[in-house]
């Protein structure tokens, strides 16, 4: 009976034959995404050198290189972006914890749907910094505020991208779960997950960036260290160089997390057949 009833679910996918791509496209798909960074670079060195902007505000770019080598050297830099990356982390993953668990109930239930929908629409349109004096008067600076407000950040589109892609799980494969009588559980595993993991990363990787956005506003406004404090403290010093390299470092981590966990999503999707 299992053996029929795995034959039976592995035919609802159908696997996406993907054409392997020429090496002057990967090369082509490579440089692509460098060309608008080169441009604005190069733009930046020739108002730099030009003068069109004052120092003060737009430092050349081997400036900020000659900043960025010795915050590096010195340890400002490591020290700094290990706390931010501490306060990302354990806010992302208990924002994403949250967001899946909340998402999930939404998406199967209809009843958790009636009672949870109202109020987390009203919530989701209170932006995190609106959360900070409240936060504040309550934990104080301390590191507690900078994980919830990270953690708010992230669990907003988790939520939505979760919820939304379990609804829009065509109706043929939840039917066909419940003809093969699949345990809840059973049916979760073969057929929810699988059919929601593209909106679900979605999610998850639009959350990634609303976390940085919120870890820099936090550490700004309410913080003695970190990434976000070092470009305050740069501010406050006249060194635009210091904001910048503040800037580029985020930039940097950010997007290598999100190459990660879009490198996650493709070995998810070849080991889980797409359905449709």
């Given at each position: 009976m299992a053996s029929h009833t795995d034959a039976?679910?592995?035919?609802?996918?159908?696997?996406?034959?993907?054409?392997?791509?020429?090496?002057?496209?990967?090369?082509?798909a490579a440089l692509l995404p460098l060309l608008l960074p080169a441009l604005a670079l190069c733009a930046w060195q020739l108002a730099a050198s030009q003068g069109w902007v004052a120092p003060q505000i737009l430092p050349a770019p081997e400036q900020v290189w000659a900043s960025f080598v010795e915050l590096l050297e010195n340890g400002d830099i490591a020290a700094n972006f290990a706390v931010s990356?501490?306060?990302?982390?354990?806010?992302?993953?208990?924002?994403a914890a949250l967001g899946l668990a909340t998402g999930i109930a939404l998406g199967v239930s209809n009843t958790a749907r009636d009672y949870l929908d109202p109020l987390l629409r009203a919530l989701f349109a209170i932006p995190s910094i609106g959360w900070i004096p409240i936060l504040i008067l309550v934990?104080?600076?301390?590191?507690?505020?900078?994980?919830?407000?990270?953690?708010?950040?992230?669990?907003?589109?988790?939520?939505?991208?979760?919820?939304?892609?379990?609804r829009d799980i065509p109706k043929t494969h939840l039917e066909t779960a419940r003809v093969l009588r699949l345990r809840p559980w059973t049916r979760f595993i073969r057929?929810?997950?699988?059919a929601s993991l593209g909106p679900v990363f979605s999610g998850v990787r639009l959350g990634l960036g609303h976390a940085f956005i919120a870890?820099?506003?936090?550490?700004?406004?309410?913080?003695?260290?970190?990434?976000?404090?070092?470009?305050?403290?740069g501010r406050k010093q006249f060194q635009t160089d210091i904001v910048i390299v503040g800037m580029i470092v985020v930039g940097l981590a950010g997007f290598a997390l999100d190459r990660a966990l879009l490198a996650?999503?493709?070995?998810?999707?070849?080991?889980?057949?797409?359905?449709?």
């Open positions: 039976r679910l592995d035919a609802i996918a159908v696997p996406a034959s993907t054409p392997r791509p020429r090496p002057s496209r990967a090369w082509r990356l501490h306060r990302i982390g354990m806010g992302f993953l208990l924002g934990f104080g600076i301390a590191e507690t505020l900078k994980i919830l407000i990270i953690a708010k950040a992230v669990f907003v589109p988790i939520v939505i991208n979760t919820a939304q892609g379990i057929v929810i997950a699988p870890l820099i506003v936090v550490e700004m406004l309410a913080a003695t260290e970190g990434i976000g404090y070092m470009m305050v403290w996650i999503e493709q070995i998810l999707n070849r080991k889980v057949p797409p359905h449709g």
